[in-house]
């Protein structure tokens, strides 16, 4: 029964995009959790997005369903504005302390 | 107009003259008051002091420098005093005035109603009071305005809306025609004398001395409320005319009493003993002389401190349910008289004396209630208000005039410096009828009455009182005269007092006293008639006539005994006797303190000197050590009870329950708080480590994996 969670990644083409999407996935996870220059891990949070869009279209594909690309286009609009919401962050906050080390931001501590 | 209203009351005086003395058969029938229409004019006895208040008030609010204050005092007080005229001119049976609608609270059943209105009572116990309390309060009022000038645009306006507000709540105590509105009277003149004696309040002594009258008070005044209440309780009304005819006709429900009716007079008791100074409550009126000299003359003598022996009067049917309260009351009032009598013989300041004086005049008042002798009570009373205030109002005038000197071993030989002849002849007769020279003074003829009472009414060692209140008696003579030997006679020389400033010569060094002028003089001239005129009613019987027809008739026993001998007969022989001692006390004054004052101090010293006398005169002089004794035990319990409390309130209440209880989410949130550390990738660790967690619960979770595939066949 475990088998049957697993299943879609023994599909042969679909396998494929599962697995790069995961390897992207964890790439992703990693970077963030080990770099610590804000630029890298707002790239990194990008990859993780793009892990899991790349699995929506998969699927979408495997299953005959557009609903998949579509919800991947919304994606794609969504994480373009976030992206300059967030890259204006980023400058705002380097502007404050001339560093882009995460841990020079560490006030909002218990 | 007025001189037409005073032949009508000496007219009526006349008439009770006509009529003999009562020989009472003791306990007779309480008048029945009628309620009367038409009377509201009366009500201004009781307006106008209020209305002075406010007029006081509205001139400390004006900041006016001038006398107006006063003279709206004097004038109210005055008016007050000419309608009480009016009103025993008129008086004909016990009435009820109605004013305004108070509490009114009636359901169907006598057992839960409650009625107070602002109502008059009025029948003669009322107007005896009414007369000297307005009376007096006219005349000392005047006297203050000259007295308090020194004042004028800083106190003055606030020490005559004190006078008013007094005036004004002893007409409450004394005309209110139920327990309530006597009530509001009764912690209305403690009010009164509170404000009044810390009128200086920059001294800390006169703030800790009205504390402490209030407070005392304040004990008795817990008595007097239970007792209002236990009489409303058992007998469903607290006016005073439902009460009595209640009490006549004997319908009331006993069943319901028992003790509770039993404690009813000695709570009042207690309440008319805080009130007119009775052991052991006594220790505040020797400190209210912290107060200005006309303070102590109209509310610490003549008439506040005679609220308690009004009570006891009035209540004289309620105080007859109960007997054994009765003798209760003659035996503390009795010794109250001839403890402060002792302590008054070793006293230096003045106006201590005369405090002591009151407590000791108070108790043979009081011990003229307990033996059932009211009308030798009211008319002591009488008397009194008139002789004491004219003591007082001279020690004032000598502190007035002496820079505020109240030592009587300062001063001496007053009667020979220039402008206080008035003073010093007035402070003379005052003293012999405080020591009750025989026939001409009138507290030798209330003395009389009281102690003559004494022997007669049987009781439980009311022989022995009698005793005690004639060695009181000698005691008595020889304190007062000491004080006018000292003061008034002998060569003369004087020390300033501690308030020397430019009136009186100031710091240059050339101290002049100066004399009283007109209103000093005119007010003790006038309450110097006043006392001699009241020893007119002894002849007339009048007080016996006004007594005997009101509810203090009740406490008043057989007062005749048969005529068989000079021996056998009190009222007799006491005036020889009360004489013998009083001539003999003044006698021993005169030696001490006039002929020979050497002798005093070697009688002093030798004293002293004799290890088994040396306590007596450290302990007369220190009161008896009651103030220490009631520190020892009650303040310092209560001190020390105090801290106890606080430290329990502070680390027990405080520290561990409130701030424990505020403690234990802090700790748990220490706990939790490195979670938090603000580290960026820390947050996504614990994010990242839960996301795997529940991956990994659902890869091994059979249940939660049927879960999902269920979900997802659903979905699929």
């Known amino acids: ?84 919401l967030a890259l204006a962050l980023i400058v705002l906050l380097y502007r404050r302390k001339e560093t882009l080390n995460a841990e020079a931001w560490t006030e909002m501590k218990g | 107009m007025t001189s037409a209203l005073f032949v009508a009351a000496a007219g009526r005086l006349m008439m009770t003259a006509a009529a003999s003395s009562p020989t009472g058969e003791g306990g007779g029938p309480i008048p029945v008051a009628e309620p009367l229409e038409g009377m509201g004019w009366a009500g201004l006895i009781l307006w106008l002091p209020a209305i002075a208040t406010v007029l006081c008030g509205v001139c400390a609010a004006l ?104 005036l004004f709540a002893m007409t409450a105590l004394v005309m209110g025609d139920n327990l309530l509105m006597l009530y509001l009277g009764w912690e209305g003149v403690g009010f009164a004398s509170y404000w009044l004696i810390g009128y200086y309040y920059e001294r800390p002594s006169a703030v800790a001395a009205a504390k402490k009258a209030f407070i005392v008070n304040r004990i008795g005044d817990l008595g007097l409320a239970l007792g209002i209440y236990l009489i409303w309780h058992n007998f469903g009304t607290v006016q005073y005319a439902d009460l009595f005819n209640l009490l006549e006709s004997g319908h009331y429900p006993t069943e319901a009493g028992g003790w509770s009716i039993r404690a009813i007079p000695y709570l009042l008791m207690l309440g008319a003993f805080g009130k007119s100074a009775q052991f052991p409550l006594f220790v505040w009126l020797p400190d209210a002389m912290e107060g200005p000299t006309p303070v102590s003359a109209l509310i610490h ?61 108070l108790g043979y008042m009081f011990m003229a209630l307990g033996v059932q002798g009211a009308a030798g009570g009211a008319y002591h009373v009488f008397t009194h208000a008139f002789f004491k205030a004219v003591l007082f109002l001279t020690a004032g005038a000598i502190m007035h005039g002496f820079a505020g000197q109240v030592d009587l071993r300062k001063v001496s030989g007053l009667r020979q410096v220039p402008g206080f002849r008035i003073t010093s002849y007035t402070m003379l007769y005052a003293c012999a009828c405080l020591a009750g020279v025989p026939l001409v003074t009138n507290g030798f003829w209330s003395k009389d009455t009281i102690l003559a009472q004494a022997f007669i009414t049987p009781g439980p060692g009311f022989r022995a009182l009698g005793i005690i209140g004639v060695v009181t008696a000698f005691l008595t003579a020889y304190y007062a005269f000491r004080v006018w030997f000292r003061i008034c006679a002998g060569p003369v020389q004087y020390e300033p007092g501690p308030e020397l400033d430019e009136a009186h010569g100031g710091s240059r060094g050339g101290f002049h006293p100066h004399p009283p002028r007109l209103a000093i003089n005119a007010v003790l001239v006038a309450l110097s008639v006043g006392a001699v005129a009241s020893i007119w009613p002894h002849f007339s019987g009048w007080v016996d006539h006004l007594i005997a027809d009101s509810s203090a008739a009740a406490g008043t026993a057989a007062h005749a005994v048969a005529h068989e001998g000079f021996l056998s007969n009190p009222h ?145």
């Open chain 2, 572 to 716: 007799a022989w006491m005036p020889w006797l009360a004489s013998g001692v009083g001539l003999a006390g003044i006698g021993v004054a005169w030696f001490f303190h006039l002929a020979n004052r050497k002798a005093a101090d070697d009688l002093k010293s030798a004293l002293v000197a004799n290890p088994l006398t040396r306590w007596l005169p450290h302990a007369l002089e220190h009161k008896w050590y009651f103030d220490e004794i009631y520190h020892a035990l009650l303040r310092a319990p209560l001190w020390a009870g105090g801290h106890l409390m606080y430290l329990f309130d502070r680390y027990l209440i405080d520290a561990v329950l409130v701030d424990g209880t505020a403690r234990l989410p802090r700790l748990l949130g220490k706990a939790f708080r490195p979670l938090q550390n603000g580290v960026l990738q820390s947050y996504a660790v614990s994010m990242a480590g839960g996301v795997g967690l529940v991956a990994l619960l659902v890869l091994l979770s059979p249940h939660l994996r049927e879960l999902l595939n269920g979900w997802l066949g659903g979905g699929g």
């Open chain 2, 301 to 361: 003598a003549a008439t506040m401190v005679t609220a308690g022996v009004y009570l006891v009067a009035r209540m004289a049917p309620v105080f007859m349910l109960e007997p054994s309260s009765l003798v209760v009351v003659a035996w503390v009032g009795g010794l109250t008289a001839l403890l402060a009598a002792t302590i008054a013989l070793a006293q230096f300041d003045i106006k201590r004396i005369f405090a002591y004086s009151t407590i000791s005049q």
């Open chain 2, 63 to 166: 900041r006016l420098r001038t006398k107006l204050p006063g003279w709206i005092t004097v004038a109210a007080l005055g008016a007050a005093f000419g309608l009480t005229l009016v009103l025993y001119a008129g008086y004909e049976s016990p009435m009820v005035i109605h004013l305004v609608d108070w509490f009114d609270l009636r359901a169907g059943e006598w057992q839960f109603s409650f009625v107070a209105n602002i109502a008059l009572y009025v029948d003669s116990l009322t107007l005896l009071w009414m007369l000297f309390v307005t009376g007096i309060g006219t005349l000392i009022a005047l006297y203050a305005t000259e007295y308090m000038e020194a004042d004028v645009g800083k106190g003055y306006a606030r020490f005559f809306a004190g006078i008013s507000i007094f």
């Open chain 1, 1 to 84: 029964m475990t088998l049957a969670l697993i299943e879609p990644l023994a599909q042969p083409v679909l396998g494929a995009y599962l697995l790069t999407s995961a390897v992207l996935l964890v790439i992703g996870v990693v970077g963030f959790l080990t770099r610590r220059n804000l630029i890298i891990m707002f790239l990194c949070t990008e990859l993780m997005f793009q892990a899991a869009a790349l699995a929506m279209v998969a699927f979408g594909r495997y299953h005959l369903d557009l609903s998949g690309q579509v919800f991947v286009i919304f994606i794609l609009t969504i994480a373009a504005a976030e992206a300059a």
